[in-house]
Every structure is written in C-alpha cells, then in structure tokens.
C-alpha cells in the first residue's frame, strides 16, 4: 500500500467527492436521494490503493433502493487485470459473481460495455441488481451498479420496482470520463 502525502489524500477524496456529484446528478427525475441515511451515508471513499467509491440510497415514493460507481485504478488490488480478465459480458459477469447474472452488449460510441442484470434467488423478496463494467485502455475499471432494495437494514423499506437507470444510462456512465481516474 503506497504511503501518501497529505495532498495525494486530499486529491483523491475530492476525486471521490466529484465522482459522488456526477452520479448525484445523473440521477433520472422521479426517484429523490436519501441524505440522511445513517447506513448509506453521502461520504465517497477513496483508498491509498487506488480504489474510489460512491453510494447513496434512493427512493421514488416509499420505495428504496441503492446506487452505486466503483473505480479501480491499474494498480488496485480489485482493478490488477491479472484478477478480473475480459471485457464486455466476460468483465461484466466476473466483477459481480453473485448473483450470477444475464449480460447484454450495449454500445457506447465504438465500445461495447457489458451489462449485466440477475436477480437473489434466497431472499424474500427477491432483490435484484443491474450493473455495467468498462475497463478503459490504460486499464481503469469502473463498475456502475443499481439495486432494488439496500441490503443492511434490519427492516428493510419497499424495494425501487423500477430501477433509475436503463441499460444504456448504465453503459453510458460506465465509460464516462467522469468515473475514469488517473493512473497512479
């Protein structure tokens, strides 16, 4: 893990901060963020490692679910290409194992970024999950993912029936320049 200066940190927090806003404001109408959620709170996390994140929960009526963007730099223990290989469906299916998922190709520009929906077999009700993979030529990895319902409440709201985002949102956001950080 690289030792990082003061600034180095401050960069990447506001890195992840920005990447948090983008995704805040990509956000169709109808569905509002949940800002006082004490357990998907609006605190992007950036790691020495090269790994960003940003959550936040959602709700259109007294439905909830959860939206997500994760970034893995080269370098990062997840983003390494020798751990997740492919792209398209391959990269898709292989960066969220479980539940394991059905993938569509859908076209951004001249690429084809894998999106990838499935359903959690063992829970009452049945969550479900959609998300899309890119990894950039320089080897950044983004993974941007909805959720019908969070999973750490105790007694969890009604699940979104329909998630924010379409397959080509998704795709979309995944190869935006937005989520791709500089290669450490």
């Not at 569905?31 to 790691?47: C, G, H």
């Amino acid at each position: 893990m690289p030792d990082l200066s003061q600034e180095e940190w401050d960069a990447r927090r506001n890195r992840a901060r920005e990447m948090l806003d983008y995704l805040l404001a990509a956000l169709p109408a109808g569905y509002t963020v949940v800002r006082d959620d004490p357990l998907n709170p609006l605190e992007p996390m950036a790691s020495s490692s090269g790994i960003y994140q940003a959550y936040f929960t959602v709700r259109q009526g007294k439905q909830t679910g959860l939206v997500l963007v994760e970034v893995h730099s080269p370098q990062s223990p997840i983003g390494n290409q020798n751990r997740w290989q492919g792209d398209g469906c391959d990269l898709a299916l292989e960066i969220w194992p479980y539940p394991r998922g059905k993938c569509q190709l859908v076209t951004v520009g001249q690429v084809k970024v894998g999106v990838a929906q499935a359903r959690w077999s063992n829970e009452d009700p049945k969550r479900s999950a959609q998300w899309a993979a890119y990894r950039h030529p320089d080897g950044v990895l983004v993974k941007v993912a909805q959720i019908s319902g969070p999973d750490r409440y105790w007694k969890a709201p009604p699940e979104l029936k329909k998630l924010p985002f379409t397959a080509q949102q998704l795709a979309d956001l995944a190869v935006s320049e937005r989520f791709h950080v500089d290669v450490d």
